[in-house]
């Protein structure tokens, strides 16, 4: 039978970090809490023997004492880690940038790690937070139903979850993503838009589901009946382009949707580059929108992508103010919070931006 750290590792998990603690320095080195720690701080009068024995069973059991656990209690570092396994930046650089921005007025920097989802590698990014002395944690991740691969030690750091997975009776902040879903969605709608088709992501992801949600909801609330069911894929252009191509171009339905409601940008500009392929004008005959606002990405859209923005950089913020909150001790609820998104209109969706 595998021993638990054999278990963990063969499910792609690393078991809780355990630290050491003074009192286990103390009982390792046989004395008493209040000379190990002048042993380790070289203050007080004792036997040489006695302070090098203390030192070699800190050594020996990985003790450090700038750890997290010390840094509400004893000090504070006026600083914040943000731990991430997104190392594209996709979606944690601009939660840092709302965190920063939020933090800077209060004199609290940010300090950020970033490594994929290999355990070992966010186990030393994490013994970097402690090094750190870090006053608060936030976790982010590439998506709201998974978490970091490796189990944060229970230190009583103050953690906040941001667009990641988050454990019962913490607190968290991901976006609203059905509300993004059925605010675009009626947007269509409003523009006279009835036959909406929705292409979007893999099944597997909690997103993708709730995005489906707000599709259905703003279409029943409309009295319309969704264009068949989802087309489910990678998050990727060619997915975008392949769903195009199938059902505007030859053996094409009888009945095609004049929108196409996407999951995320790239598919958009896969949709809107294999409509373009066949002839078919976005957005005179087909409408497109999209979902995440990747600004840089949406706009080199030809034409510019109309999309949801997650509001990324909001929810930095509101993870920073609830977390200096929890630092000062003031009651913070356990929850998870789910954030408005907000439609941003461009060409691909056919509205009138000139408001005439």
């Excluded at 600083?79 to 921005?101: H, K």
């Excluded at 590698?121 to 994490?126: A, D, E, K």
């Excluded at 030859?250 to 996407?262: E, I, L, M």
């Excluded at 929108?289 to 949801?308: K, S």
Aim: hydrophobic residues 40%; contains cysteine; proline residues 5%.
């Amino acid at each position: 039978m595998l021993e638990d750290d054999d278990r963990a590792k063969a499910q792609g998990k690393m078991p809780p970090v355990v630290r050491a603690t003074i009192r286990d320095v103390a009982a390792r080195a046989g004395v008493s809490v209040t000379t190990a720690s002048r042993a380790l701080n070289d203050t007080g009068r004792m036997a040489r023997e006695t302070r090098l024995r203390v030192q070699e069973a800190a050594q020996d059991l990985g003790y450090r004492r700038n750890s997290m656990a010390r840094g509400l209690v004893q000090q504070r570092s006026f600083t914040l880690g943000l731990l991430t396994n997104d190392t594209y930046g996709r979606f944690t650089l601009p939660v840092a940038a709302g965190l920063s921005a939020a933090m800077v007025d209060r004199g609290v920097s940010v300090f950020l790690c970033a490594g994929e989802d290999d355990p070992e590698r966010m186990r030393l990014n994490l013994e970097a937070m402690e090094e750190k002395c870090v006053d608060g944690l936030v976790v982010a991740g590439k998506r709201i139903d998974r978490g970091l691969p490796i189990d944060l030690p229970h230190t009583g750091i103050p953690v906040i979850y941001v667009n990641a997975a988050c454990p019962e009776g913490q607190v968290g902040f991901v976006p609203d993503d059905c509300g993004g879903a059925k605010a675009a969605t009626s947007h269509l709608v409003g523009l006279g838009r009835r036959k909406i088709a929705h292409v979007a992501g893999p099944e597997d992801f909690a997103a993708t589901g709730l995005r489906e949600a707000g599709w259905k909801r703003a279409l029943a609330e409309h009295g319309l009946a969704p264009w068949g069911e989802m087309i489910s894929g990678p998050w990727s252009e060619a997915h975008g382009y392949e769903v195009a191509q199938r059902l505007f171009g030859t053996g094409r339905t009888q009945d095609p949707p004049d929108a196409v409601f996407c999951g995320n940008d790239q598919i958009a500009r896969g949709i809107i580059d294999g409509l373009t392929a066949l002839g078919i004008s976005v957005p005179d005959d087909v409408a497109v929108v999209g979902f995440d606002n990747w600004e840089i990405f949406a706009q080199a859209t030809r034409p510019p992508l109309t999309t949801v923005d997650m509001g990324l950089l909001e929810l930095g913020r509101r993870a920073g103010f609830t977390l200096l909150d929890m630092i000062d001790g003031k009651p913070v609820e356990a929850a998870v919070t789910r954030m408005p998104c907000e439609l941003v209109v461009r060409e691909s969706c056919g509205a009138d931006l000139n408001g005439k």
